[in-house]
């Protein structure tokens, strides 16, 4: 899947979401940092990441508050021997 607007598709916002999620924990981004939500393209119809989005994906804020993406980000680090 090619998308002129040149980010990865995602088929679905479920996937998106996941790989929102992913990003944040393989980089250990803090909440503001890296892609902040999904959204639906209209020139592809699927799904992408974006760091400008008005507002912060709920999935991605939550697991922030509840501290189970730091815990996922050090068991990352330990994983990747960093
Ligand atoms: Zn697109």
């Keep these: 899947m090619k998308?002129?607007?040149g980010k990865y598709s995602?088929?679905?916002q479920e996937l998106a979401e996941t790989a929102l999620?992913?990003?944040h924990i393989y980089k250990?981004?803090?909440v503001h940092e890296g892609p902040q939500n999904v959204y639906?393209?209209?020139i592809?119809?699927?799904w992408?990441?974006?760091s400008k989005a008005p507002t912060?994906?709920?999935r991605l804020q939550q697991m922030h508050d509840s501290g189970e993406m730091k815990r996922k980000q050090e068991a990352s680090r330990w994983e990747h021997g960093l």
């Design 3 to 5: 998308c002129s607007t």
């Design 10 to 12: 995602y088929m679905s």
């Design 21 to 23: 999620v992913d990003q």
């Design 28 to 30: 250990g981004f803090r």
């Design 40 to 42: 639906e393209c209209g």
């Design 44 to 46: 592809c119809g699927y």
């Design 48 to 50: 992408h990441l974006t």
């Design 56 to 58: 912060r994906n709920e």
